[in-house]
């Protein structure tokens, strides 16, 4: 019955005169069909087998070329996929951010730099002494002379009471800068922080430290009268220079003092605010 259809096909086909390939085509079909009916169906079949084969291996190809085409990508692919653009959204946030970051550093920087420039000259401005009322500034201390007078220990027990001390004359410049705050007068004397009241003739400041040199007036000290004690001289009485105007004398004595307050501490604490 199969091979009676399709003779009748054939038959219909041959009679209308086709176009060539189909006339080769149908007469290839009339050819196997004489070869019997199964072997055409079996032929069929193989055919059929081998579009499939062929086209699931174009399928598959088409799958490996091109990933993202259609919605059917497995579930892995698709994870990735997913992985891969919430990557690239981290990535920009985090570039954002940066760029962000960045900003708000350059503005702090700029910030900072400011404050430090305003600060600088506010420190400078700041850096002279200032010293109480009736004490005079040399070289970062301020000095007192007193109007009172007082015996040695008395005069050195007020100083301290000041947060001061009894004068410490280092070098020509000081002594002549107290010399120039001095009245001069009969015998104008002052107490100073020196004497070798520990140990006769080894004279120390009222620091412990060693006096080495200093400003005595010619063959003073001379412990006249036991004088244990130092005090400048600025008399009318006598031509007097501030290098050579040191006496030692009785500690008991009432005289006014010189004290002496350093200010370099007070000045680093004293800081803008
Ligand atoms: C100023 O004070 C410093 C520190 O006490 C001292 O080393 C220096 O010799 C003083 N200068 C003068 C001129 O007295
Ligand atoms: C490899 C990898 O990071 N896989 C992750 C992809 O994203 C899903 C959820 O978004 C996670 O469960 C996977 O672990
Ligand atoms: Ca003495
Ligand atoms: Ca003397």
Same mark, same amino acid.
């Given at each position: 019955m199969?091979?009676? $259809? =399709?003779?009748?096909? @054939?038959?219909?086909?041959?009679?209308?005169?086709? *176009?060539?390939? /189909?006339?080769? %085509?149908?007469?290839?079909?009339?050819?196997?069909?004489?070869?019997?009916?199964?072997?055409?169906a079996?032929?069929?079949?193989?055919?059929?087998?081998?579009?499939? $084969? =062929?086209?699931?291996? @174009?399928?598959?190809?088409?799958?490996k070329?091109? *990933?993202?085409? /259609?919605?059917? %990508?497995p579930l892995?692919?698709?994870?990735?996929?997913?992985?891969?653009?919430?990557?690239?959204?981290?990535?920009?946030q985090?570039?954002?951010?940066?760029?962000? $970051?960045?900003?708000?550093r350059?503005?702090?920087?700029?910030?900072?730099?400011?404050?430090?420039?305003t600060?600088?000259?506010?420190?400078?401005?700041?850096?002279?002494?200032?010293?109480?009322?009736d004490?005079?500034?040399?070289?970062?201390?301020?000095?007192?002379?007193?109007?009172?007078?007082?015996d040695?220990?008395?005069?050195k027990?007020?100083c301290?009471?000041?947060?001061a001390?009894?004068?410490?004359?280092?070098?020509?410049?000081?002594?002549?800068?107290?010399?120039?705050?001095?009245?001069?007068?009969?015998?104008?004397?002052?107490w100073?922080?020196?004497?070798?009241?520990?140990?006769e003739?080894?004279?120390?400041?009222?620091?412990g430290?060693?006096?080495?040199?200093?400003f005595?007036?010619?063959?003073?000290?001379?412990?006249h009268?036991n004088?244990?004690c130092?005090?400048?001289?600025?008399?009318?009485?006598?031509e007097?220079?501030p290098?050579?105007?040191?006496y030692?004398?009785?500690?008991?004595?009432?005289?006014?003092?010189?004290?002496?307050?350093?200010?370099?501490?007070?000045?680093?604490?004293?800081?803008?605010?």
């Open positions: 199969y091979s009676k $259809l =399709i003779d009748t096909e @054939a038959g219909h086909e041959e009679v209308h005169h086709g *176009p060539d390939v /189909g006339h080769s %085509a149908v007469g290839l079909i009339q050819r196997l069909s004489a070869a019997g009916p199964y072997r055409l079996t032929i069929c079949l193989a055919a059929l087998c081998a579009i499939l $084969l =062929i086209s699931i291996i @174009a399928v598959t190809a088409q799958y070329n091109k *990933p993202q085409g /259609g919605g059917e %990508a892995w692919k698709q994870t990735q996929e997913v992985n891969v653009s919430t990557l690239t959204a981290t990535i920009n985090l570039k954002q951010e940066k760029e962000r $970051l960045q900003k708000e350059d503005y702090l920087q700029a910030k900072l730099a400011a404050k430090v420039a600060k600088a000259p506010a420190v400078v401005t700041l850096a002279p002494i200032t010293c109480p009322n004490w005079h500034l040399f070289n970062n201390s301020c000095y007192l002379i007193s109007r009172n007078s007082r040695w220990p008395e005069s027990s007020f301290e009471s000041q947060g001390h009894l004068a410490i004359i280092h070098t020509a410049e000081e002594q002549t800068f107290l010399w120039n705050l001095l009245p001069r007068g009969h015998w104008n004397s002052y100073f922080g020196i004497t070798d009241g520990e140990t003739d080894e004279w120390k400041w009222v620091d430290t060693p006096v080495i040199g200093g005595w007036e010619v063959g003073e000290p001379n412990n009268i004088e244990d130092g005090y400048i001289v600025k008399t009318r009485v006598l007097r220079v290098i050579r105007s040191w030692d004398a009785p500690c008991h004595m009432y005289l006014p003092f010189i004290c002496e307050k350093e200010m370099v501490a007070s000045a680093s604490t004293a800081m803008p605010h």
